[in-house]
T-cell receptor, first 111, second 114 residues
């Protein structure tokens, strides 16, 4: 599975968009990009995933570059409850489906 | 309704003891996992079972033995507990057969070994 690189921490003002980058330059063609978050030592929570195309759901948008070497998770209107550690994971589409979590980005949403 | 539940939530025990953590999912998923999150917050997979069959074993010491009595349950038994086993253990589940499925995590069990 591809290694991902994320900034250690970020701040975002409440109500503004939070843009969390992820670098996965060694990603292979059959690896999906997943985003999870972990709020204060709770279990990780799924946010969104994609392969090539940009994706949007009720929580966030995922923008994947055309070469697939990087992606950005966008929380369109961050709230205080979005303060969490956000993990970007590249996972194969076949095999054992295991996740390899990195260190993630600690997002702090400021009032 | 709790999708993935774990018991106990907290577990404090002495070195050398044997303990178990239980996990149950009511999502009808075929695959279940155990993860360990250490004090530095690294989250690492330990085991995965699919339909009661072990499919992932990430070089975990053999003091750790997962048991899956049925596909809704995956318990983790730990023998001869050591200080380094102190961590938060998360159970997760996912449906089988879909490459792009998500995992649902339980609330975690915080194990402290004294």
């Amino acid at each position: 599975d591809a290694k991902t690189t994320q900034p250690t921490s970020m701040d975002c003002a409440e109500g503004r968009a939070a843009n969390l980058p992820c670098n996965h330059s060694t990603i292979s063609g059959n690896e999906y990009v997943y985003w999870y978050r972990q709020i204060h030592s709770q279990g990780p929570q799924y946010i969104i995933h994609g392969l090539k195309n940009n994706e949007t759901n009720e929580m966030a948008s995922l923008i994947i570059t055309e070469d697939r070497k990087s992606s950005t998770l966008i929380l369109p209107h961050a709230t205080l409850r979005d303060t969490a550690v956000y993990y970007c994971i590249a996972r194969q589409s076949s095999g054992t489906y295991k996740y390899i979590f990195g260190t993630g980005t600690r997002l702090k949403v400021l009032a | 309704d709790t999708a993935v539940s774990q018991t106990p939530k907290y577990l404090v025990t002495q070195m050398g003891n044997d303990k178990s953590i239980k996990c149950e999912q009511n999502l009808g998923h075929d695959t279940m996992y155990w993860y360990k999150q250490d004090s530095k917050k690294f989250l690492k997979i330990m085991f995965s079972y699919n339909n009661k069959e072990l499919i992932i074993n990430e070089t975990v010491p053999n003091r750790f033995s997962p048991k899956s009595p049925d596909k809704a349950h995956l318990n983790l038994h730990i023998n001869s507990l050591e200080l380094g086993d102190s961590a938060v253990y998360f159970c997760a589940s996912s449906p089988e057969g879909l490459a792009d499925n998500e995992q649902f995590f339980g609330p975690g069990t915080r194990l402290t070994v004294l």
